[in-house]
């Protein structure tokens, strides 16, 4: 099946840890998208790749870092400078396909994984 | 800054029933998509709309958009249980390549049995 894989759905981390979360896709994509969502809010975009070995800074960068070394994997890490880290992260991808001169981004997501620091 | 603005933010109907959400944004765009969110889960597409077009169906969904009042309708008919989620519009602005969508903060609906 193809698809948009996250792990772990729920971590927990101390105050002062580093943690990273999973991502992988086996669509062939060659975008990938991190994003935070925060309880009844919409999502802001904290990093995104549209090729491997390459990677661009979203609205909300600071705290995080992220790696494309392949093109299935794009893995998140919350670094403690992330003051407040606690929320859920979803992971996407896309094809970014063009058609004439219109260019379309139908993303794909995974499942997300839900961050808590204690 | 949020580009998509979805208006009611809660809807509650009862099945049967349809359901009209909407979506204001601020700059130009190439596309508007619809998603929905389960609860606890990732997002769905729903459906995609480019700039040059003013209405597209899919099932049970009916978009429209008006660019000249940068808004766009998303019209679910006779709702099911299974369509309580939250939904969301996402933009892809102009020009702005493979950079990601810029999310409203979502309509949350809620289908009464």
């Known amino acids: 099946d193809g698809g948009i894989t996250q792990s772990p759905k729920y971590l927990f981390r101390k105050e002062g840890q580093n943690v990273t979360l999973s991502c992988e896709q086996n669509l062939n994509h060659d975008a990938m998208y991190w994003y935070r969502q925060d309880p009844g809010q919409g999502l802001r975009l904290i990093y995104y790749s549209q090729i491997v070995n390459d990677f661009q800074k979203g609205d909300i960068a600071e705290g995080y870092s992220v790696s494309r070394e392949k093109k299935e994997s794009f893995p998140l890490t919350v670094t403690s400078a992330q003051k407040n880290p606690t929320a859920f992260y979803l992971c996407?991808?896309?094809?970014?396909?063009?058609?004439?001169?219109?260019?379309?981004?139908?993303?794909?997501f995974g499942p997300g994984t839900r961050l808590t620091v204690l | 800054s949020q580009q998509g603005e979805e208006d009611p933010q809660a809807l509650s109907i009862q099945e049967g029933e349809n359901a009209t959400m909407n979506c204001s944004y601020k700059t130009s765009i190439n596309n508007l998509q619809w998603y929905r969110q389960n609860s606890g889960r990732g997002l769905v597409h729903l459906i995609l709309?480019?700039?040059n077009e003013r209405e597209k169906h899919s099932g049970r969904l009916r978009v429209t958009l008006d660019t000249s009042k940068k808004s766009s309708s998303l019209l679910i008919t006779a709702s099911r249980a299974a369509d309580t989620a939250s939904y969301f519009c996402?933009?892809?602005?102009w020009g702005g390549g493979a950079d990601g969508l810029t999310f409203g903060k979502g309509t949350h609906l809620i289908i009464q049995p």
């Open positions: 996407a991808s896309s094809i970014f396909g063009t058609s004439g001169r219109a260019i379309y981004n139908e993303q794909f």
């Open positions: 709309i480019r700039s």
């Open positions: 996402a933009t892809d602005a």
